[in-house]
């Protein structure tokens, strides 16, 4: 009698195994079913229903995610899946259509072949900022870097922090990979374009935090970061003026601090109802607000000549 | 009807289930090779590039959006194995030493109890040693050495050491229990010592279990990923001293495949070097065949 019992249970477990496979195999193209029927019938009905599910760019993650959240509670009957993955992850889903919103740091064209980025459709949602940030034992007497004195040290060829004007000692660059949204923005805008950010020895995270750590344990320490991150860094960093000029997003508004682009939120051809009504709600009044307190900033504010600038 | 159903039941039930969950496993491990294997060669068919280049040159700056740029991994190759080796050279001496303690001086109680402490040190997640490495032994190293950061080779080869240790340990220690106790008893019977005894009989009985224990230990520090790209510093130089920051293809591949697209060259060359880890498991595998047939037939 135990044995049969003990044999159904491990049948039972094997068939529930099996099928947890299965459903997990299934689920993808459930859902990609789902978003493109709702399509038509939502598209008339003002109270939203279905889903939405986001994914990709983990700078962009903490403001999708408090968007989700308070869109919700407007919108009960909509149910909303944020995830991170980076923004490859995010254009990579979107392009499958496994998720409805894949978010990016960078323009998809930067990451896709044309044929590709050309099917999907980009929403600009906010602005981010990119800082440099040094370890606060080098801020007292260096808090102001010009791109040259910028290129020079990334490029390897200032290695010693007195050469800036700072203390004797050895400059530590801390990277993010080279795949990294942030570091293309600061490579483009920061050092022109200059491929070769490594010096001679550099340190590298895979994450913003992770980066935000290293350059604050590391003496002689520098690297770049999204201002979204520095809203609640300690005291072991500090941000230095680039040319001057601070790092701030009344200085990206008024075109004065270049370091910076755009969120964007792509959808797979025009998005259906409910997408497009969180799409809004992303750059809607109540939002922005949000999003300033939260380290990004509102597209709207930009000034013509900064507008242009991209 | 009934005695049917029961006699499937019993019958051909679990014989079905069983045959059915073998071939599943033998055909999810021939498709992640064929995956591996036909996503890495992109590389070299869509792209063109050589396997010379790849596992040569030191030049890396793969390209996105269909560009295609360099994909010397060389930095990676010689990281991954200069850690590894680094980290076996660390940890086989001590742990054959703790594995000679317990199957052989320490007393019957405190051997179980130590067996017991190894499971559970095998049992440790990764990112718990690669977090105490970093918290831990990456300032220490930096204060030790009067260094500006202490990620480095050493750092990794250290995290990578006391990681793997358990298990050489473990295998080493169990082959050592395995050898017959006629050997024990013969080599007393002709005068040795006890220390010869474990020295020139035992420890050479148990020489073919010992090593697969080091190569299942190779194994696992040259697949570890999270613990070493949380300590080895990711900087894409040849290391120019243990002391030195590098890089190791699990580590470029973890920190890489969020950020890039499917069919882009970066994400390809990643898989290429995913397929090159597995090529190198494999060959640690038939090492591992190879060294136990050999002590099979002496």
Same mark, same amino acid.
């Given at each position: 009698?135990?044995?049969?019992?003990?044999?159904?249970?491990?049948?039972?477990?094997?068939?529930?195994?099996?099928?947890?496979?299965?459903?997990?195999?299934?689920?993808?193209?459930?859902?990609?079913?789902?978003?493109?029927?709702?399509?038509?019938?939502?598209?008339?009905?003002?109270?939203?229903?279905?889903?939405?599910?986001?994914?990709?760019?983990?700078?962009?993650?903490?403001?999708?995610?408090?968007?989700?959240?308070?869109?919700?509670?407007?919108?009960?009957?909509?149910?909303?899946?944020?995830?991170?993955?980076?923004?490859?992850?995010?254009?990579?889903?979107?392009?499958?259509?496994?998720?409805?919103?894949?978010?990016?740091?960078?323009?998809?064209?930067?990451?896709?072949?044309?044929?590709?980025?050309?099917?999907?459709?980009?929403?600009?949602?906010?602005?981010?900022?990119?800082?440099?940030?040094?370890?606060?034992?080098?801020?007292?007497?260096?808090?102001?870097?010009?791109?040259?004195?910028?290129?020079? %040290?990334?490029?390897?060829?200032?290695?010693?922090?007195?050469?800036?004007?700072?203390?004797?000692?050895?400059?530590?660059?801390?990277?993010?990979?080279?795949?990294?949204?942030?570091?293309?923005?600061?490579?483009?805008?920061?050092?022109?374009?200059?491929?070769?950010?490594?010096?001679?020895?550099?340190?590298?995270?895979?994450?913003?935090?992770?980066?935000?750590?290293?350059?604050?344990?590391?003496?002689?320490? %520098?690297?770049? %970061?999204?201002?979204?991150?520095?809203?609640?860094?300690?005291?072991?960093?500090?941000?230095?003026?680039?040319?001057?000029?601070?790092?701030?997003?009344?200085?990206?508004?008024?075109?004065?601090?270049?370091?910076?682009?755009?969120?964007?939120?792509?959808?797979?051809?025009?998005?259906?109802?409910?997408?497009?009504?969180?799409?809004?709600?992303?750059?809607?009044?109540?939002?922005?607000?949000?999003?300033?307190?939260?380290?990004?900033?509102?597209?709207?504010?930009?000034?013509?000549?900064?507008?242009?600038?991209? | 009807?009934?005695?049917?159903?029961?006699?499937?039941?019993?019958?051909?039930?679990?014989?079905?289930?069983?045959?059915?969950?073998?071939?599943?496993?033998?055909?999810?491990?021939?498709?992640?090779?064929?995956?591996?294997?036909?996503?890495?060669?992109?590389?070299?068919?869509?792209?063109?590039?050589?396997?010379?280049?790849?596992?040569?040159?030191?030049?890396?700056?793969?390209?996105?959006?269909?560009?295609?740029?360099?994909? *010397?991994?060389?930095?990676?190759?010689?990281?991954?194995?200069?850690?590894?080796?680094?980290?076996?050279?660390?940890?086989?001496?001590?742990?054959?030493?703790?594995?000679?303690?317990?199957?052989?001086?320490?007393?019957?109680?405190?051997?179980?109890?130590?067996?017991?402490?190894?499971?559970?040190?095998?049992?440790?997640?990764?990112?718990?040693?690669?977090?105490?490495?970093?918290?831990?032994?990456?300032?220490?190293?930096?204060?030790?050495?009067?260094?500006?950061? *202490?990620?480095?080779?050493?750092?990794?080869?250290?995290?990578?050491?006391?990681?793997?240790?358990?298990?050489?340990?473990?295998?080493?220690?169990?082959?050592?229990?395995?050898?017959?106790?006629?050997?024990?008893?013969?080599?007393?019977?002709?005068?040795?010592?006890?220390?010869?005894?474990?020295?020139?009989?035992?420890?050479?009985?148990?020489?073919?279990?010992?090593?697969?224990?080091?190569?299942?230990?190779?194994?696992?520090?040259?697949?570890?990923?999270?613990?070493?790209?949380?300590?080895?510093?990711?900087?894409?130089?040849?290391?120019?001293?243990?002391?030195?920051?590098?890089?190791?293809?699990?580590?470029?591949?973890?920190?890489?495949?969020?950020?890039?697209?499917?069919?882009?060259?970066?994400?390809?060359?990643?898989?290429?070097?995913?397929?090159?880890?597995?090529?190198?498991?494999?060959?640690?595998?038939?090492?591992?065949?190879?060294?136990?047939?050999?002590?099979?037939?002496?």
């Amino acid at each position: 009698m135990r044995i049969k019992i003990r044999k159904t249970l491990i049948v039972l477990l094997s068939v529930f195994l099996l099928g947890f496979s299965l459903i997990g195999c299934a689920s993808t193209s459930n859902s990609g079913a789902n978003s493109s029927g709702t399509t038509g019938t939502q598209s008339q009905s003002s109270n939203l229903s279905g889903s939405i599910s986001i994914s990709g760019s983990s700078a962009l993650y903490p403001l999708a995610n408090n968007a989700a959240t308070a869109f919700k509670k407007d919108n009960p009957d909509v149910s909303i899946t944020v995830g991170g993955g980076g923004s490859g992850t995010g254009l990579n889903n979107v392009l499958a259509g496994t998720v409805d919103i894949g978010n990016s740091d960078v323009y998809a064209t930067e990451k896709l072949a044309a044929a590709e980025a050309g099917k999907l459709v980009d929403h600009k949602v906010c602005l981010i900022g990119v800082a440099v940030i040094v370890n606060s034992d080098i801020a007292a007497k260096v808090n102001d870097l010009s791109t040259a004195q910028l290129t020079a %040290i990334f490029s390897g060829k200032t290695t010693n922090w007195q050469d800036v004007g700072g203390p004797d000692e050895q400059i530590t660059i801390v990277n993010r990979p080279s795949s990294s949204g942030t570091r293309a923005l600061f490579v483009k805008w920061a050092l022109g374009g200059q491929s070769d950010v490594e010096g001679d020895s550099s340190l590298q995270t895979d994450d913003s935090n992770a980066l935000l750590a290293t350059v604050g344990n590391t003496s002689g320490a %520098i690297g770049y %970061i999204a201002f979204s991150y520095l809203v609640n860094a300690g005291p072991g960093v500090a941000k230095v003026r680039i040319d001057g000029v601070d790092a701030n997003y009344d200085n990206i508004y008024s075109n004065k601090y270049q370091i910076w682009g755009y969120e964007h939120m792509y959808t797979a051809g025009q998005p259906n109802a409910q997408t497009q009504a969180f799409l809004d709600y992303m750059t809607s009044k109540t939002m922005s607000t949000q999003a300033e307190i939260m380290g990004y900033g509102t597209i709207s504010k930009l000034n013509a000549a900064a507008a242009a600038s991209r | 009807m009934a005695s049917r159903l029961r006699k499937w039941q019993t019958e051909y039930l679990g014989r079905t289930l069983v045959t059915a969950f073998g071939l599943f496993v033998v055909v999810l491990t021939l498709g992640i090779l064929g995956f591996l294997g036909y996503k890495g060669s992109a590389t070299f068919i869509d792209y063109g590039h050589s396997l010379t280049e790849f596992l040569i040159s030191s030049k890396w700056s793969p390209g996105e959006a269909g560009q295609s740029g360099s994909i *010397g991994s060389a930095v990676f190759i010689i990281g991954s194995l200069e850690v590894s080796s680094l980290a076996l050279l660390l940890a086989t001496p001590l742990s054959l030493a703790m594995a000679i303690f317990i199957a052989e001086v320490a007393p019957q109680r405190l051997s179980t109890t130590l067996r017991s402490v190894l499971e559970i040190f095998v049992g440790i997640p990764s990112v718990v040693y690669g977090w105490i490495g970093l918290a831990v032994l990456v300032p220490f190293i930096a204060d030790l050495f009067h260094l500006n950061f *202490g990620f480095s080779v050493l750092s990794a080869a250290l995290v990578l050491a006391l990681m793997i240790c358990p298990t050489i340990t473990s295998v080493a220690t169990d082959s050592l229990a395995a050898t017959p106790n006629e050997y024990r008893e013969a080599s007393y019977a002709l005068g040795s010592t006890r220390w010869q005894m474990i020295w020139h009989v035992k420890l050479r009985a148990a020489i073919p279990g010992i090593l697969t224990g080091v190569v299942l230990g190779l194994a696992r520090a040259f697949g570890e990923a999270l613990a070493v790209a949380m300590v080895i510093g990711q900087s894409n130089r040849f290391a120019s001293s243990l002391l030195a920051p590098t890089n190791t293809l699990t580590a470029v591949i973890t920190a890489n495949m969020g950020n890039t697209t499917t069919g882009s060259e970066y994400n390809d060359v990643l898989w290429s070097m995913a397929a090159l880890l597995l090529a190198i498991s494999l060959l640690f595998i038939l090492l591992i065949r190879v060294i136990s047939r050999r002590g099979q037939a002496s």
